[in-house]
């Protein structure tokens, strides 16, 4: 859990627990014991160096603060890891513990709100995924280098963080690996230098984000530009890849480019300075978004229309899960109902099959299911489902069936704009969507997002 206690229920000597109603305050109950609305990280400063033969990591975490109401503890999410020092503001931290997934750090004096600190931690370990119900998430390593994919709670297994995601901050990520080996993380490649047998490589992520959206993705990768066609939307998009992968990726990826313009003239410009995706050596279930990147296996590379509509669907988070993000969990439709919605858009755009088709396979798989999920609020268990993916498309499809074209990418536009680089929740896409088309939005959505029963099939007219 990340928090921070009152000081009026802070324990004298030593570091307790949190109190049973600070965890049960934690801002977001799918993730119960999980981040915190109590202070807010404004920047991230991590400096990595990792030895891949033996899975080392000793880090340094530089965290810009600021408290939102009166505090006596400071508690992090870090899990897997042990931290060996701390300042705070400049002071040596003599009172800090760990247990389970919380670091817990004692101030020699309260904080008051709107107090601005600053936290440096140094760390070290052998960084290892976390398991939950969604299987294993955060560091893990591969074959020939190492994989970072924190959704929803994988970012305290590499890093000290409040693990929330609306806590939005900017970062700067140096990595320190093993020469021949390309450290990639968010953001803008700003440095790279040798020394003996190392590199370090350092990102500067600006545009904000949220800790579970943080990465790093360390191989044996070769960096291939794969749009060089300039156009006033020209935005540089990347792979870095195996050099044995390296045709594959051009072959399979040849289309993002195209998926990219399209994205753009349908939901406004693209939210970060550059894309990369990245092609791990080895095979992945799924592939995975971080903000600014994507993670595939080589199995994600062929042409087939299962493998490019997830090359689609991991690009079209840029805008929806990683520039706008939701406030909740239980908002998750915003990110995946949104994406998917997107697959349907790339496959008529592409000649393959049009929205409608889509949206009546989808309609008629969902109809062979189970109906005991709602897609607004599904449950931390069920928050990836595919029904929420699959309905949540739907949702947005009968919306843009009742307003028409011209509205539907018009509330598009309006919604990434309106919130760009910032958290979004149900609510205010509703009156964001009531202001753009004029329609009864809520009673439009309702059937479809907190309803069990399907809805009838959207239909023109």
């Known amino acids: 859990m990340s928090s921070i206690f009152p000081s009026s229920t802070a324990a004298s000597g030593g570091v307790g627990g949190p109190p049973a109603d600070d965890v049960a305050a934690s801002p977001d109950p799918y993730l119960p014991g999980h981040g915190t609305d109590a202070y807010r990280v404004t920047r991230y400063e991590l400096e990595l160096d990792y030895k891949l033969s033996s899975n080392r ?62 936290l440096d931690i140094r760390y070290e370990g052998n960084p290892a995924p976390r398991r939950g119900l969604w299987g294993e998430v955060g560091w893990e390593e591969l074959t020939d280098g190492v994989l970072v994919a924190g959704q929803p709670n994988g970012a305290p297994s590499w890093f000290p963080c ?44 600006s545009e904000p984000m949220s800790t579970y959206l943080a990465t790093v993705q360390i191989g044996r990768y070769e960096l291939l530009a794969l749009d060089t066609v300039r156009q006033p939307s020209h935005i540089p998009q990347f792979a870095a890849v195996p050099a044995e992968l390296a045709d594959a990726a051009r072959t399979g990826l040849a289309k993002q480019p195209e998926m990219m313009r399209t994205f753009i003239n349908c939901f406004g410009p693209y939210p970060f300075a550059e894309y990369t995706a990245v092609v791990a050596g080895d095979v992945l279930e799924i592939p995975l978004e971080a903000q600014s990147l994507s993670i595939f296996g080589p199995n994600h590379l062929k042409l087939d229309w299962e493998s490019q509509r997830l090359i689609a669907h991991e690009l079209s988070h840029q805008w929806f899960g990683n520039s706008l993000t939701a406030a909740s969990w239980r ?37 062979t299911s189970k109906q005991d999920l709602l897609v ?86």
């Open 162 to 205: 409040n693990d929330h995601p609306k806590d939005k901050a900017s970062y700067r990520i140096s990595v320190t690996t093993d020469a021949n080996y390309r450290a990639v993380c968010n953001g803008i490649l700003v440095s790279r230098t040798s020394r003996s047998s190392r590199e370090t490589w350092v990102y500067e992520q």
């Open 331 to 367: 908002d998750i439709w915003l990110h995946e109902g949104f994406a998917c919605y997107a697959e349907w858009i790339w496959s008529e755009e592409s000649g393959v099959l049009t929205v409608a088709r889509r949206a009546a396979a989808a309609w008629r798989k969902l109809a």
């Open 376 to 461: 607004g609020d599904p449950g931390p268990e069920l928050m990836f489902d595919d029904r929420v993916y699959k309905r949540g498309a739907l949702a947005l499809h009968a919306l843009r069936l009742r307003c028409g074209d011209l509205a539907f990418f018009s509330l598009l536009h309006d919604w990434v704009a309106q919130n760009r680089h910032s958290s979004v929740s149900t609510q205010q896409f509703i009156l964001t969507a009531d202001r753009a088309t004029g329609l009864d939005t809520e009673s439009l959505l309702h059937p479809w997002l907190y309803q069990e029963a399907l809805p009838p099939l959207p239909t023109a007219g």
């Open 57 to 118: 990591l000793n880090g340094r975490a530089v965290l810009h603060a600021v408290t939102e109401r009166p505090a006596s503890a400071i508690v992090l999410d870090l899990t897997g890891l042990r931290a060996t020092k701390i300042q705070l503001s400049g002071r040596r931290v003599r009172k800090f513990s760990q247990r389970a997934d919380q670091l817990v750090i004692v101030p020699e004096a309260a904080l008051l709100p709107g107090q601005e600190f600053t």
